[in-house]
């Protein structure tokens, strides 16, 4: 493995918060990376993590403690503790950049670097196929899918405190979000078109996202005033998934039933996805772990590790760089 790559093993085996000195011992313990004749394994480390916080990798976070920065995996969040992490987390935020004019790749590549960042947040997303649902494409059902899909669970971590929310209302337990995928979005017309079909696709959701690969510098503005207008969240997709960043965050609504029960008649995969999550929500607790293992595996497929997504962009002719 690399050496970016052997960090986040590491901090996935230590769980709790953790400094570049244990990482780096626990990386020579466990034979992860071979620093060969290097003198400063320790300040290497140091570096690296840092360089996760400070291009804004989803999948790390830091807090300061003590005078010292202590890192995390994001999804270890919830086992770490509120209580711990009481300290502002040290993140950054990334401009919206200019789009270029020759992409070559499909719209549909960019669904893989999508799920992958969304799980790297421990969201469960599965693609919504369009041309499956009843009847095919047409003008309006073009504007009633999503693109995507996605789940994120309340993780508790007591058995009382589970069954005492699972008592009052399961549908606390969750929260689902909608999804709206671009390519690039040059210019007003363009950006009002996704945005109020993301609009339109979302109704049903918590939340709903317009997610696009490119953005062109000079909407900064607009996009902030339909967002504070309409509630629809913006996420600015990168090659590297976990630099992907949520530009302006989404407002919650109440789940649309009616709007569900129509998506299900229309669509198979989006009836599964419902199906899949009913499946873990209901699941005896000795099969919870089977049914979240087999939602996991419905969903849409995500990347490992940076070796694959790097290798993924060169075969699709996305932009690394972007």
């Known amino acids: 493995m690399t050496i970016k790559e052997a960090i986040l093993r590491s901090l996935e085996d230590i769980v709790n918060l953790t400094n570049y000195n244990e990482v780096t011992n626990h990386i020579i313990t466990k034979n992860y990376y071979d620093f060969k004749e290097a003198k400063t394994p320790n300040a290497t480390i140091s570096a690296l993590l ?16 003590t005078g010292a920065y202590w890192y995390y995996l994001t999804k270890n969040e919830d086992n770490i503790g509120l209580e ?54 047409d003008s309006n059902q073009i504007w009633t899918h999503p693109d995507m899909v996605g789940i994120k669970f309340l993780k508790l971590q007591t058995k009382e405190s589970q069954n005492f929310v699972n008592a009052i209302n399961r549908v606390d337990t969750f929260k689902l979000s909608s999804y709206e995928l671009k390519k690039e979005i040059n210019s007003d017309s363009e950006l009002k078109k996704a945005f109020f079909q993301a609009v339109s696709n979302s109704s049903w959701a918590n939340y709903g996202y317009l997610v696009a ?36 965050q989404a407002k919650y609504r109440d789940l649309d039933f009616k709007t569900i029960d129509k998506l299900c008649n229309m669509n198979p995969n989006f009836k599964n996805f419902i199906v899949q999550i009913e499946k873990l929500m ?11 293992k087999e939602l996991d595996e419905f969903c849409d497929f995500y990347f490992m590790n940076d070796t694959d997504f790097e290798k993924y962009c060169t075969e699709k002719n996305i932009p690394i760089d972007s």
């Open 50 to 65: 840092g360089d996760f916080i400070r291009l804004g990798d989803s999948r790390v976070k830091r807090i300061k403690k």
């Open 282 to 292: 209901t699941a005896n607790e000795k099969y919870s772990i089977g049914a979240e």
């Open 84 to 137: 711990t992490l009481n300290e502002d987390i040290v993140s950054v935020e990334k401009p919206i950049k200019k789009t270029k004019n020759t992409l070559s790749y499909n719209e549909r590549d960019l669904h893989k670097l999508l799920s992958s960042y969304l799980k790297s947040t421990s969201v469960y997303s599965k693609t919504i196929f369009h041309e499956e649902s009843k009847n095919g494409i």
């Open 213 to 248: 690969f490119e953005f062109s510098d000079n909407l900064t503005d607009e996009i902030e005033r339909l967002n504070q207008a309409f509630g629809i969240g913006v996420i600015k997709l990168n090659a590297n998934p976990y630099l992907s960043k949520v530009l302006f």
